[in-house]
């Protein structure tokens, strides 16, 4: 099925044609890592990653590159606050960083360079980019020409008379409103500043210019898809067009995809209103990382997303109940022949199939393929003697190719006879109303090592 994807160049939903068959270079923007991830840039990485899962399940081989910062202003101030060397400093990071990806779920990219380690790179494309008349030097640092760049602004439709042209901004990052020639090359200030030899003064480069890079360095000088938030539309994302596109005279990358903003209860996540949230406070609050990413999974990677506890906790509520449904169908035993040929359960396989395809060739509609499992969960559980279980479980593991929500990982659990026995006995005494007996039965399960819950088919019993 074709793949439809929201180019943010075009501001439409387009057929991804990739540029060699079968193959998708994919560029996301990465950490930079002078603090832990906060759960709204997982938000963005956990999009980025059902992107890959879904390119890879139509059939792409997908080479994904990400870079890693670890040189910008925050790294440097930080890393002095700290008394250490940024290398050190970052390093820390770094690793939880991918912590953070391995608990998620999130599949590892073909590369993670790091900026540091492609300096001169950098310095081949700013030497372009003075060449082509888009750059100049000032007083050892070197500065992107805006007004001679004509494209400027066609990703975030910046208004041209908005642009300050001849006044300069140093700074990595930047208000909307600075719409200002940027730094490529920043000179040395401080002893104490990390920097590198240029044709210029010793200094380093600014944030902007490692992606443009590292990503036609492992990808070339057209690929693709680029990825990243909304919040990196600009300037980041415009800037690294015009670097790219001013060096090389050719399109930098043929898809832009944005991910929407996290939201804390509501409101925006800052420092000031100490709602930014780690995984590691998840956790800290025993919510499995999985159940992040099925909340996330919930919303439309283009819509904004509301992270409560409470929705963090239904989303770990639903996440349950199919990991249970997963858990049933590798328990059950495998169905008689003649159900098997039934055509109405054939068809209510094919439909689920279809839809959660459909789904997610739609500009990657996750919440629109949860809701076709959920069908097929209620279609199964109303009459499971239709279905082939072990046909069922091999659809559903299918589909976590692209959900990421480790169903593999969920093993069948037998309960022995005499348990259920117990669970019905106690369900028995539930339908009396005899609650002092059914809690007795229910602590004896309990005892046991079973818990069990009052689903409105029955008892269900399992492990504790
Ligand atoms: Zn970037």
């Not at 060449?131 to 066609?154: C, D, Q, T």
């Not at 006044?167 to 600075?178: F, Q, S």
């Not at 998840?282 to 159940?291: F, Y």
């Not at 159900?339 to 396989?349: H, P, Q, V």
Request: hydrophobic letters at 40%; charged letters at 30%.
């Amino acid at each position: 099925m074709p793949i439809k994807l929201h180019n943010a160049l075009s501001r439409k939903k387009e057929v991804f044609k990739p540029l060699v068959a079968g193959r998708v270079g994919l560029y996301t923007c990465g950490p930079t890592v002078y603090n832990f991830a906060h759960i709204g840039n997982l938000r963005t990485h956990l999009f980025e990653d059902i992107l890959r899962r879904v390119l890879k399940y139509d059939g792409y081989r997908v080479r994904q590159v990400m870079n890693i910062t670890d040189i910008d202003d925050k790294i440097i101030r930080d890393a002095r606050a700290a008394g250490k060397s940024i290398f050190e400093f970052v390093k820390e990071y770094e690793t939880a960083f991918f912590e953070d990806l391995t608990r998620l779920n999130i599949q590892r990219a073909w590369k993670y360079p790091k900026a540091t380690e492609h300096i001169p790179e950098m310095i081949g494309i700013i030497k372009k980019l003075i060449k082509n008349g888009l750059a100049y030097e000032v007083e050892g640092s070197v500065y992107f020409s805006i007004r001679n760049f004509k494209k400027y602004g066609a990703l975030s439709r910046l208004n041209a008379r908005k642009l300050k042209t001849g006044d300069r901004v140093d700074r990595d990052e930047y208000a909307k409103d600075d719409v200002q020639d940027f730094a490529l090359w920043k000179a040395k200030h401080d002893a104490d500043e990390p920097s590198w030899s240029s044709p210029w003064d010793e200094g380093r480069p600014g944030w902007h210019i490692e992606c443009s890079a590292m990503s036609m360095k492992y990808l070339g000088k057209t690929f693709d898809i680029h990825g990243g938030g909304v919040d990196l539309i600009f300037p980041h994302h415009e800037n690294e067009i015009a670097q790219s596109e001013g060096a090389t005279g050719k399109k930098f990358a043929n898809f832009f995809l944005e991910g929407e903003h996290l939201l804390v209860d509501g409101r925006k996540m800052s420092k000031s209103l100490g709602n930014t949230h780690t995984l590691r406070d998840l956790v800290a609050q025993n919510h499995p990382p999985l159940a992040y990413r099925y909340l996330v999974l919930t919303a439309h990677y283009r819509s904004p997303l509301n992270f409560t506890w409470e929705s963090l906790a239904a989303a770990e509520h639903s996440l349950e109940r199919l990991y249970e449904f997963v858990r049933e169908l590798r328990a059950a035993p495998p169905q008689q022949k003649k159900s098997r040929n039934d055509t109405s359960f054939t068809g209510a396989l094919l439909r689920v199939k279809k839809q959660f395809a459909a789904a997610i060739s739609d500009d990657l509609d996750m919440p629109r393929a949860l809701a076709a499992i959920w069908s097929f969960v209620r279609a199964y559980r109303k009459n499971p003697e239709r279905f082939d279980p072990h046909v069922a479980l091999k659809l559903i593991l299918d589909f976590d190719r692209v959900l990421g929500l480790g169903f593999k990982r969920i093993q069948s659990t037998v309960i022995p006879t005499g348990i259920q026995k117990l669970a019905e006995e106690r369900e028995e005494y539930r339908r009396q109303k005899n609650w002092v007996k059914a809690d007795e039965l229910r602590d004896r399960l309990l005892a046991a090592g079973f818990t069990v819950e009052d689903a409105v088919d029955g008892p269900r019993v399992k492990p504790r």
